[in-house]
């Protein structure tokens, strides 16, 4: 593996945009980028160039987020490694002709068939949280389809922004991919670009912001935004898997994960037992406790620190686990807090950070309309208990166990 220094963060000139983004779109309607062979070989320098960069990866996720180096190269590095790998090995098969499905009869003797045309040139807005997963696993889509892109990283991230541009540069065809690294002006300059396609990753009140611009010129959005997700604990539920389960959902990147649950309701009758089993798993995962561990991650930045801090410091539920805070480090110990109704300050807000709000409910049908009141439409659900339990709660959202 290569051993680089991480370059200080620069942001693009706003002035050469435009001028980017109009090489990109120039290429693409060359059709270089549409044959297989330039797709695999673009597909494999990507593949190596993060291979080559893997130690400048994990330095730079570390000094963004104190990310451990494990949870770097479970859920970064080699990620993106099995999706490229992934990738190449289906592409020919994804790429042929398929028949048009359900064709009446009238029509059948046209023998309509159904071809994958790539797109044209698109967008690429990541996330500081998964910097490296989160912009590179949407550029894989775009290479794969035969599309020109353009990468703006998180400038939240900027470390992990800097060494991916220099992979990107690097061994990326320059014509047809490239990155631009900036905040919201740079941002701004590049939705006023047209694009084929845009991709964000983010928070709800920035995806509206790029939802009406895309709207401007009807072009098609891809929003992944955050989600208020929660977890449902029956008395049923075995107390330890649930406690051990929902801990470690809170542990991977300190909470900062758009999929872990934002608030977890648990029947009465389970609410000691489950209480109980959530210190014991703590003490397990972290027996010298988390801020001395290396496998426990930092809160972003100072403003994401006082962000979450205001949560606990509003809430007027009791803390029951942990609370401790260092913001000379951006440290935040996974807080559990017992709360009393959906108003509070920890479940009305999506944390996105190591706090796990318990809400004391009577039965499984009193947590389903409290969810369906919180936000109907989550990313996430995680029950346990039977599978009748289970399955009751199925239409809020997929489950996952």
Partial sequence: MASVKIAPFEATPIEAIPSTVNLCQTTFRSQKTKPISYRLVQLRKLYWGIVDY??????ACKLD???PVFETFLSEIDWCKNDIMFVTKNLEKWMKDESAPDIPLTNSLLNPRIR??????????????????????????????????VLKPSEVSPNA????????????DPSAYA??????????????????????????????????????????????????????????????????RLVWGKLHNAGQVCISQNYIMVEKEILPAFIEQ???ALKEFYPGGQKASPDYARIVNNRHFHRIKKMVDDSRGKILIGGEM????????????????????????????PLMPLLAVDNVDEAIRIANTVHSTPLGLYPFGTTTETNKSAFLTPIIK
């Fill in 65 to 67: 987020l104190g990310k």
């Fill in 116 to 149: 994958k045309e790539p797109l044209g040139t698109v967008l690429v807005i990541g996330a500081y949280n998964f910097p490296v997963q989160l912009s590179l696993g949407p550029l894989i889509g775009a290479i794969s389809a035969g599309c020109t892109g």
């Fill in 326 to 353: 260092d913001e000379s480090d951006n440290f935040i110990e996974i807080t559990v807090v017992q709360v009393d109704d959906i108003n509070d300050s920890m479940i009305v807000d999506e944390s996105f950070g």
């Fill in 179 to 244: 990155v631009v690294n900036g905040a919201i002006p740079e941002t701004t300059a590049l939705l006023n670009e047209k694009w084929d396609k845009i991709f964000y990753t983010g928070n709800s009140q920035v995806g509206t912001i790029i939802a009406k611009k895309a709207a401007e010129t009807l072009t098609p959005v891809c929003l992944e935004l955050g989600g208020r997700n929660p977890a449902i604990v029956t008395k049923n539920a075995d107390p330890r898997l649930a406690a051990r």
């Fill in 54 to 59: 893997s130690d400048a990866l994990v330095e």
């Fill in 278 to 280: 959530l210190k014991i």
């Fill in 161 to 172: 922004a800097m060494v991916l541009k220099k992979i990107v540069e690097e061994y990326l």
